[in-house]
């Protein structure tokens, strides 16, 4: 933490409290007491530190294994004319299968809202 020596490492208690009333603690955000008696927020997975508490929720995002990989990186280097025509032909076919299912969801809400609508229910 900036060559500071960390004094204390514990779990950030959150604004919200449990139905009971006690402290719901965020035990994935830290709260840092450092050498020099300030206090900075860390990622419990990495260094990463804010003075912002609020800083800290959506950075742990980063370390969240149930999101997607990235399937597609960027190239490196220069395309060679086939591979540039592999990937727009890859392109069209997702594209084109995204809108056929964009058009199979349009077709369902309609059926369902006229369904609702006959059932008399309007939600």
Sequence with gaps: MGG??????EPTPSP????????????????????DGSTVYGCQHCDY??????????HLQAHNSRRGKKTTTAPTGDLTLAELVARLAELDKVTAALDEWRTRAL??????RTLRN?????T
Excluded at 4 to 9: P, R, T
Excluded at 49 to 58: D, F, G, H, Y
Excluded at 107 to 112: M, Q, S, V, Y
């Design 118 to 122: 006959l059932l008399g229910d309007r």
């Design 107 to 112: 077709k369902a809400e309609k059926a369902l």
């Design 4 to 9: 500071l020596e960390v004094i204390a490492d």
């Design 16 to 35: 919200i409290k449990s139905r009971d009333g006690a402290a719901v603690l965020w035990t994935q955000t830290r709260t840092l007491l450092l050498g």
């Design 49 to 58: 530190t804010s003075p912002n508490v609020n800083a800290i929720r959506p």
